[in-house]
T-cell receptor, first 114, second 114 residues
């Protein structure tokens, strides 16, 4: 079985400052990990994915995440926040079965202050 | 392509009423999923299907039934709605042989049970 824990339910940053959204995972095998973003009243959009290639993964809109096996972490970062980054972010782990069920974290609401 | 569509977008039910949510995809995908999203809980898998005529239980299947009579449609039924089923429901689909993150999400159905 696999699980993810998002360590912060809410994060507030000022525009132009760095963003850090924290995620720890638990998995009995080598996991595939993802970050999704959901803007208000919108569906889910894939930000980036880790699938056992490079441990530093770059995604869309300047986001990146680093897979650290020793720390079982997959934190999401961005050097400089933009107002349009305000949204809810989900850390997700994929199951190993053929159906590849996704297990979602509880989400982190990112607020960007002017 | 319309992608993944969900009908209806919004619905209000009284306790004990029944309803069916329709998910349709025009991408010829084999795999289809139903999730529910609750505040502070992320998305949780209700049921999924790996092909026409097959269904399987996810993490939170109780109180729901599903059917996949046609490859392009995945129906989610509530036989006797309860206030605890107030949620936003997302459908997703994926072709076989692809990675888990390649799920295409629908826009969601907001259901309120009073």
């Amino acid at each position: 079985a696999q699980s993810v824990t998002q360590l912060d339910s809410h994060v507030s940053v000022s525009e132009g400052t760095p963003v850090l959204l924290r995620c720890n995972y638990s998995s009995s095998y080598s996991p595939s990990l993802f970050w999704y973003v959901q803007h208000p009243n919108k569906g889910l959009q894939l930000l980036l994915k880790y699938t056992s290639a490079a441990t530093l993964v770059k995604g869309i809109n300047g986001f990146e995440a680093e897979f650290k096996k020793s720390e079982t972490s997959f934190h999401l970062t961005k050097p400089s926040a933009h107002m349009s980054d305000a949204a809810e972010y989900f850390c997700v782990v994929s199951g190993a079965g053929s159906a590849r069920q996704l297990t979602f974290g509880s989400g982190t609401q990112l607020t960007v202050l002017p | 392509n319309a992608g993944v569509t969900q009908t209806p977008k919004f619905r209000v039910l009284k306790t004990g009423q029944s309803m069916t949510l329709l998910c349709a995809q025009d991408m010829n995908h084999e795999y289809m999923y139903w999730y529910r999203q609750d505040p502070g809980m992320g998305l949780r898998l209700i049921h999924y299907s790996v092909g026409e005529g097959t269904t399987a239980k996810g993490e939170v299947p109780d109180g729901y039934n599903v059917s996949r009579l046609k490859k392009q449609n995945f129906l989610l039924g509530l036989e006797s709605a309860a206030p605890s089923q107030t949620s936003v429901y997302f459908c997703a689909s994926r072709p076989p042989g692809t990675s888990a993150y390649e799920q295409y999400f629908g826009p969601g159905t907001r259901l309120t049970v009073t």
